[in-house]
């Protein structure tokens, strides 16, 4: 049995994450939702997952080309996971146990490090914390969290797919 070919993958992974970027931006300014730090930070990841993969099934790469694209976009996926765990987690901290709201994230990159500015946004701030919009009673940050794990299930089948037909031989990708 053969999966799809790379570039239909690519395709796909790129369709799922500009819906995510869509819904995401619907959110934000048609239900008028403001993303908190984590949240920003989520959907920077979602949206250089989907320009890579987006460049990736446009270009059409071979075998060593894939390997590149499908580790640049798990990376992203990765680091959206964390990012999504920490608010989950985040969101089960009672509100007195976390700092009150700091200035705006362009304001941080401008007048911190990049490493002070990301320690704290993983800190958390109350904005953080609240649930404002659930479907399905998950909140927006573990729809996130299934979209970057999802991500990284069909990652790991082409990664390993690809494996498999290196080892054997198979000349599809």
């Known amino acids: 049995m053969s999966l799809a070919p790379s570039r239909s993958l690519f395709l796909l992974a790129f369709l799922a994450g500009a819906l995510t970027l869509g819904a995401s931006f619907y959110l934000e300014y048609a239900a008028l939702l403001r ?42 996926a990765v680091l959206g996971a964390i990012t999504a765990v920490r608010q989950v987690l985040l969101q089960n901290t009672p509100p007195e146990q976390l700092p009150a709201c700091w200035p705006g994230l362009q304001s941080m990159i401008e007048n911190l490090s990049l490493r002070e500015a990301l320690a704290l946004i993983f800190k958390g701030t109350v904005d953080c914390v609240e649930i404002n919009w659930t479907l399905f009673d998950l909140s927006i940050p573990e729809w996130s969290l299934l979209f970057f794990v999802a991500m990284l299930i069909l990652g790991v089948a082409q990664f390993s797919r690809l494996l498999l037909s290196q080892r054997f031989g198979l000349a599809r990708h």
Do not use: D, E
């Not at 984590?38 to 959907?43: A, I, K, T, Y």
């Not at 250089?48 to 798990?74: C, D, E, Q």
């Open 35 to 76: 993303p908190c730090f984590l949240c920003q930070v989520q959907r920077i990841l979602v949206a250089a997952f989907t320009l890579i993969n987006l460049v990736a099934a446009i270009h059409g790469p071979k075998r060593s080309g894939i390997y590149l694209y499908w580790a640049s976009s798990m990376g992203c």
